[in-house]
């Protein structure tokens, strides 16, 4: 039983900082792309970045690239995504997703889901 489990989440000031983590468990995820994605109150959902499990390939969404970066600690089965320069916009409920073998921008191609961890912005 594959499970996702994100924390880290919380309010912060603009400008501010945030780690969130990922806890992977349930099967090896050497084959899998780990992404984190999130949603805002009524929008959709949407990609923010993802990271090969061998941490090979990274892709970001234009709106955080430069501020915000993923990263995998393979011995602990953990994803990273940093948050630096916050802003407001950011606010959101993030999600890490797995998705077996290839990378994808895609909601519907990713195969596990976590619960979410909220992260608010203030300004």
């Known amino acids: 039983q594959v499970q996702l489990v994100e924390s880290g989440g919380g309010l912060v000031q603009a400008g501010g900082s945030l780690r969130l983590s990922c806890a992977a468990s349930?099967?090896?995820?050497?084959?899998?792309?780990m992404g984190w994605f999130r949603q805002a109150p009524g929008k959709e959902r949407e990609f923010v970045a993802y990271i090969s499990w061998t941490g090979g390939r990274t892709y970001y969404a234009d709106s955080v690239k430069g501020r915000f970066t993923i990263s995998i600690d393979s011995a602990k089965n953990t994803v990273y995504l940093q948050m630096n320069s916050l802003k407001p916009e950011d606010t959101a409920i993030y999600y890490c997703?797995?998705?077996?073998?290839?990378?994808?921008?895609?909601?519907?191609?990713?195969?596990?889901w976590g619960q979410g961890t909220q992260v608010t912005v203030s300004s």
């Open positions: 997703a797995a998705k077996y073998r290839g990378s994808a921008l895609v909601v519907n191609e990713y195969d596990y």
């Open positions: 349930g099967r090896t995820f050497s084959s899998y792309t």
